[in-house]
């Protein structure tokens, strides 16, 4: 099987003929506080030469080589669309890791197609590559880290952010390579280090990512009292197969199918909420009854996603998140064989904001990638 590569040209030019967002880093300016040495371009060029001398780096198998590569290559593949420079000169890039995520996900289910796992992992690390650095500054360091290690492995983000550290001149360099040691001895006081933190049930899990305060060794008491599958995907992806093939005795509130028993066009903004509503009123009906049921919809959002189970939660319910995904490819031929076919403007609005359901979003997060 051949190993996956965002390039096999590791030389700078030829990376700049081969990606935009590469061409692109030559143009955006750095604060000199932070980067003496210029702009991004410079700066990620001297990264992933620090990468390269690091024997943590050098230690690992070539497949997971190639995976912190394209990390270090993408960490600030944003700072061109969030770059300001201040009234007073200085020069901010806030938001780049979250928007750089999002970024890295398109290039890799489009451009570069991926396996799932691999496009997922290089998205964590471009996402939290800033958190070793700046973790004690968060207001609950500890939780910090643990969340984290339920997304990506400390141990890779602690090396890249070790590299980007390296990658720079700066006068405070020796105190950021500081703060990448306190990061480590913090995962590994709390069992995190180069694995996800372990928890005794996902009660207990969700009960400490979602309760200011609490220990991550609590157990709670209570027990769910009923069940929601929430599908996940973009349409055309296979949701509905899916809930077909693997939920046949459960019954299922279809976003779809409130659309078109309303005759309301999915383009039509306004008649959505009046959708989602009529969807949610079915859903206390079931949560009351303590009926588990499939809630189908795209849910291609965290802040959508969110929503629902906060309102699942109001009723104790354990939530399993089905994420359905096939490749760009095939999805956009799917969507022409539906009997609701997507336009291909709304289809790219869709890929365009897809954020993949995280482990900390629900009780149970399940992914279905496709070839």
């Known amino acids: 099987m051949t190993m996956w590569q965002l390039s096999k ?6 990376l700049e003929q081969e990606f935009d967002w590469v061409r692109v880093m030559q143009e ?27 024997p943590r780096y050098q230690e690992l198998p070539p497949a997971t080589q190639e995976i912190m590569w394209a990390a270090a290559l ?32 398109q290039i890799l289910y489009r451009e570069v197609p991926g396996p799932f796992v691999i496009r997922e992992q290089i998205a964590k690390l471009v996402r939290y590559h ?16 643990i ?37 480590e001895e913090l995962c590994r006081e709390n069992d995190c280090w180069g694995r996800p933190r372990a928890f005794t049930t996902t009660q207990a899990k969700m009960h400490y990512l979602h309760k200011t305060g609490s220990s991550p060794d609590y157990v709670p008491f209570e027990q769910p009292q009923t069940s ?32 078109q028993e309303m005759k309301i066009k999915p383009t039509d903004k306004s008649g959505n909420g009046t959708v989602i509503q009529a969807a949610k009123e079915k859903a206390r009906v079931y949560l009351r009854n303590k009926q588990p049921f499939v809630w189908n919809a795209t849910n291609i959002t ?26 760009a490819a095939k999805l956009l031929q799917q969507n022409k064989q ?18 993949v359901p995280s482990v900390v979003e629900a009780h149970n997060v399940k992914i279905i990638a496709g070839e």
């Open 9 to 14: 040209h590791k030389d700078w030019t030829r």
């Open 28 to 54: 955006v300016p750095q604060d000199a506080r932070h980067h003496a040495e210029g702009n991004v371009a410079v700066h990620t060029q001297m990264v992933l030469a620090a990468l390269a001398q690091l």
């Open 74 to 105: 993408l960490h600030d593949v944003e700072k061109y669309s969030t770059t300001v420079v201040e009234p007073d000169g200085s020069i901010t890039s806030a938001g780049h890791a979250r928007k750089g995520e999002a970024r890295t996900r």
């Open 130 to 145: 800033g958190l070793p650095l700046w973790v004690f500054e968060k207001p609950d360091p500890q939780k910090a880290v």
């Open 147 to 183: 969340s984290a290690s339920l997304e990506v492995d400390t141990a890779l983000l602690a090396l890249l952010a070790r590299a980007d550290a390296l990658g720079r001149y700066c006068a405070d360099q020796e105190a950021l390579l500081y703060k990448v040691d306190c990061f």
């Open 228 to 259: 929601v599958i929430m599908m996940s995907g973009l349409p055309g992806a296979g949701k509905d197969t899916y809930v077909r093939q693997h939920f046949p005795q459960l019954p299922v509130i279809s976003l779809d199918d409130i659309r």
């Open 302 to 327: 965290r802040q959508m996603r969110e929503q629902l189970i906060g309102l699942f939660s109001t009723y104790q319910a354990e939530v399993t998140i089905v994420y359905v995904e096939v490749p």
């Open 338 to 355: 539906r009997e609701a076919v997507v336009p291909l403007a709304a289809m790219e609005r869709l890929i365009s904001k897809l954020e």
